[in-house]
């Protein structure tokens, strides 16, 4: 994106039309956290949940905001049944504002 190594090199580009590659991006994601790179500020789900809850086309939109502790920026990964994933900066007070939504008992749809 732009001048940070920890936050660009999390985007791994998809295949074809993708623009980012699903799985390969919230690894990146979960990697940087792991490693204390970056924390997680506020998601529906945590990073690790991200795919489970996605397949289970239970919920349209699953959505994370990260910290980047390199830049102090903060980064938002969002997934969504029907579209695009998207990786993008986000302003501190998006995570706020967003319009968070009931996530589905975790038992429907977890994988443990
Ligand atoms: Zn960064």
Request: glycine residues 6%; aromatic residues 8%; charged residues 30%.
């Amino acid at each position: 994106m732009d001048d940070c190594k920890t936050c660009d090199s999390a985007g791994v580009p998809g295949i074809g039309a993708l623009p980012w590659d699903i799985d390969a991006t919230t690894a990146a994601l979960i990697d940087r956290v792991s490693t204390g790179r970056m924390r997680e500020l506020r998601g529906d789900v945590p990073l690790e949940d991200m795919i489970p809850l996605l397949e289970s086309d239970l919920k349209y939109t699953i959505v994370s905001f990260m910290d980047c502790l390199d830049c102090e920026r903060v980064l938002f990964w969002g997934l969504c049944v029907r579209g695009n994933p998207i990786l993008r900066r986000a302003d501190r007070t998006e995570v706020d504002r967003w319009q968070w939504s009931e996530v589905p008992a975790r038992e429907r749809w977890a994988r443990s």
